[in-house]
């Protein structure tokens, strides 16, 4: 089930009645039901999947706290490692693995033949097999302590609102929230509702109206020009992050109303003045499980550069490989790592340029000239997410850097749709969020409700419920592109 239909325009609102009005000791079942329901509506058998995932983690994670011994310890959390990694390996992974291995066979003069496994990417899995293994790795660290109540741990690996496409949360976060007792509370459902509907402006409003212009060009990379190709990264750019933040946000909402917080995914990525200032503020649940439990466990940077660099590296390209069983993911994951390598490198020769030039640190034009290029640097990398398939992408390489003469570079806005109309609804929109990220970007502000607005609420999920039909009057719902993931 997807937020932007008519499916759960109906489903969400039965699920808070019943929840509102069922006793306590109701509420868990009613949740994980609903969960199970939101992800079969999907695939149904694949939810054999999740509980797969889930009933390993768990006694895994009790008997891990039970023993004294670390070799049985270390035994169990390999076994939780190897079959949820395992899982996500097969139905992810295999058939692009298969064919890298036959290719590469190809290549040295073998001669083998790659037959496809027909396999149906469980919607989700990279999502709930994180969320797995940190609640696993925690209790083996001794950091949080086995949740007995098997319940209670399904409901966190499948709470509906960020089941599909995060954000990836912790147990100490997300399981105490679950257990207590949560009424309906105004100030509640107006942030909740606010949230939702700024997600849904996102997706349905800007990121649904960028795809048209985006596709053009990246499904036909043949025929595009370099302008064509410029223009439509940007607008990838911008269109990604209103469809990622977009559920995001609606995510979180759906779990506020419930007196739930989900954690912040997104902090304004394109404010970033650096490539690591974007990933501190870019899929903010991805980077910090990275962090903590690959680059910390790698060493950091407690240790020589050239290790500290190479940590770096494997990180990036676990999180390209994360992305999607694709090298263009591989190549984009591992473009960041040599971005934020060639930054660490480089540093201490900007800033003594900086001081030479007397240009100070916090100086406004410093801030503008960072943004710029790394705003550049990212959508040069957007390049290699969006392509559909290494091919196209020596198209699109070649064709931006060569597909440059005067007669091609005048037909590229026709060729991709781009009307005077499209131009206007797309810059006031962009606008309209750029409004609507710097107001929720104040947490104090955003977080302070009031019962006086009550009504508000209302008028909210009026103009929510009037976006969902008037999407699905136009033509149905899209999927986000992180499901996928």
Not at 92 to 110: E, I, M, P
Not at 111 to 125: H, Q, R, S, T, Y
Not at 364 to 380: D, K
């Amino acid at each position: 089930m997807i937020f932007n239909s008519i499916e759960f325009l109906i489903f969400y609102p039965l699920v808070l009645l019943l929840y509102f009005v069922l006793p306590k000791q109701f509420k868990w079942p009613l949740l994980l039901a609903a969960s199970y329901i939101f992800y079969a509506v999907w695939n149904p058998p694949l939810i054999v999947l999740i509980l797969f995932t889930t009933a390993v983690s768990y006694v895994s994670a009790i008997i891990i706290e039970k023993t004294e011994n670390k070799r049985r310890k270390k035994f169990w959390l390999a076994i939780t490692l190897i079959t949820s990694l395992g899982v996500l390996f097969f139905f992810k992974y295999f058939n692009f693995l298969a064919d890298s291995a036959v290719s590469l066979w190809n290549l040295f003069g073998g001669e083998a033949d790659f037959i496809a496994l027909k396999l149906i990417l469980p919607v989700g899995i990279s999502f709930y097999t994180f969320q797995t293994l940190s609640y696993v790795i925690d209790v083996y660290r001794g950091d949080i302590k086995a949740e007995r109540h098997f319940g209670w741990y399904a409901l966190f690996v499948s709470f509906f609102p960020q089941l599909v496409a995060g954000p990836i949360e912790r147990p100490d976060h997300l399981l105490p929230q679950l257990k207590e007792t949560h009424k309906l509370e105004a100030d509640n459902a107006f942030v909740g509702l606010q949230k939702m509907a700024i997600g849904f402006f996102k997706k349905i409003v800007v990121a649904d109206l960028l795809a048209e212009f985006v596709n053009a060009v990246y499904n036909s990379p043949e025929t595009a020009t370099g302008l064509g190709i410029v223009i439509a990264s940007v607008l990838f750019s911008v269109q990604i992050y209103c469809d990622f933040s977009g559920y995001t946000d609606i995510a979180i909402g759906c779990a506020r109303v419930m007196g739930i917080r989900l954690m912040q995914n997104f902090d304004r990525p394109y404010r970033a003045r650096s490539i690591k200032e974007f990933w501190a503020r870019w899929h903010i649940s991805l980077s910090t499980w990275f962090r903590d439990y690959l680059y910390i466990p790698l060493g950091g940077n407690r240790c020589s550069k050239a290790r500290h660099y190479f940590n770096l590296f494997v990180v990036f390209f676990v999180s390209g490989l994360w992305h999607g069983a694709s090298w263009t993911f591989v190549i984009w994951g591992c473009l960041h790592g040599i971005y934020q390598i060639i930054g660490m490198m480089t540093k201490k020769p900007r800033l003594a340029l900086h001081k030479a030039l007397h240009i100070k640190e916090d100086s406004l034009f410093l801030a503008l000239w960072q943004r710029f290029w790394t705003f550049v640097l990212v959508c040069f990398s957007w390049i290699f997410f969006r392509a559909n398939s290494t091919a196209d992408l020596g198209v699109l390489l070649k064709n931006l850097f060569t597909g440059w003469n005067l007669e091609a570079m005048s037909e590229t806005v026709s060729s991709m749709g781009i009307t005077l109309t499209a131009v206007i609804v797309t810059v006031l929109s962009i606008v309209i969020l750029s409004m609507l990220d710097s107001i929720c970007s104040d947490t104090a502000l955003y977080e302070k409700g009031t019962a006086s607005r009550q009504y508000t609420v209302v008028w909210i999920t009026l103009a929510v419920a009037a976006a969902w039909c008037l999407l699905l009057s136009v033509g149905g719902a899209s999927a986000f592109i992180y499901f996928q993931f």
